[in-house]
């Protein structure tokens, strides 16, 4: 009944058993999300977006929502906020265009090339996508404000736990703008669950990936779909690339801009057959050692440590 494409029987192993799962906190006091979210928040529903998501031929893994507390404040929040039937699928699809869609497929958009497209698809090395059976969101009562692991019997099932306390926390809207939609507890919602999505999807180089990267990458996509998070900076440069989430991502977005589209992709697809070797890894895709190119990037940027 299961007709999805499976990878390879050798693959199997490279599904994201992720490391260590840390728990991502709010952002400190000076950091809160802003109430405006940035220009063009609204891509990921747009037209040009639902273009390239309609090409996508995969199955969705089966998609759950178990709210723990349902009188919780976050509760109501988040069922106002978001369409709940529609949040994941759609998170999903934007993960899986951004992590795996080749980028010519996205542009040839005849109908009647879908099928060489979606062959094209399952032909490219970086479109091979883990096979992820199930994720199951969690709205829970805990600190912190989401981490995402595999079921404890099956790493093929995954589960999201995203705090209700965080989603009652998120600043609303100011008064008099958008009354009846909730701008801002929808982007930061949305932004969170496709952060966690790629999780979800994405490979870690059989578990030695570092966390940085893993991180990184999982920012990327989050800013790639417009859903950066209002405290980013991105002229705040960390002393290290590998110190993940947007600091790693805004990296990510410079390598691409200097490599090409698709080289996150490429980075991703190197996970899922390779255990991740620094020089090998940073040699092999882009020729460089990563010190060089984090101090071609710091120079780019002209931002300040
Ligand atoms: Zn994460």
Redo the contacts with the bound molecule.
């Keep these: 009944m299961d007709e999805s494409a499976t990878p390879p029987a050798s693959t199997s192993t490279a599904l994201p058993v992720l490391p260590t799962p840390?728990p991502?906190q709010p952002p400190s006091a000076g950091q809160r999300p802003q109430s405006e979210p940035p220009a063009g928040s609204q891509a990921h529903n747009g037209q040009q977006s639902e273009l390239a998501i309609s090409q996508y031929t995969a199955k969705l893994p089966k998609l759950r929502l178990n709210i723990l507390e349902l009188t919780h404040p976050g509760a109501s929040r988040f069922l106002a906020a978001v369409n709940a039937s529609n949040v994941l699928a759609e998170s999903v699809r934007t993960v899986l265009r951004l992590l795996y869609q080749p980028p010519s497929s996205s542009l040839s958009s005849s109908s009647s090339s879908s099928s060489s497209s979606s062959s094209a698809l399952k032909d490219s090395t970086t479109a091979i996508i883990p096979t992820t059976r199930s994720v199951t969101l969690f709205l829970e009562d805990m600190s912190g404000v989401a981490y995402?692991k595999g079921s404890d019997l099956d790493d093929d099932h995954k589960e999201i736990h995203f705090s209700l306390s965080y989603i009652a926390s998120i600043k609303r809207a100011p008064d008099g703008a958008a009354k009846d939609k909730d701008i801002t507890g929808t982007y930061e919602i949305t932004g969170v669950l496709v952060?966690?999505l790629v999780?979800c999807f994405q490979y870690n180089g059989h578990g030695t990936c570092p966390g940085g990267l893993?991180?990184g990458i999982?920012d990327w996509v989050r800013l790639k779909a417009n859903l950066g998070a209002p405290h980013w900076r991105r002229d705040s440069l960390p002393a290290r690339w590998d110190q993940g989430y947007e600091k790693t991502a805004y990296f990510l977005e410079w390598l691409e801009t200097r490599f090409g589209e698709g080289s996150v992709r490429r980075m991703n697809a190197a996970l899922r057959t390779e255990r991740y070797d620094k020089d090998r890894f940073w040699q092999g895709l882009f020729a460089a050692e990563v010190e060089s190119l984090w101090e071609d990037y710091k120079k780019a940027s002209g931002a300040k440590e």
Excluded: N, S, V, Y
Aim: zero cysteines; proline letters at 0%; a negative charge.
């Design positions: 840390a991502h995402t952060h966690e999780h893993i991180e999982a």
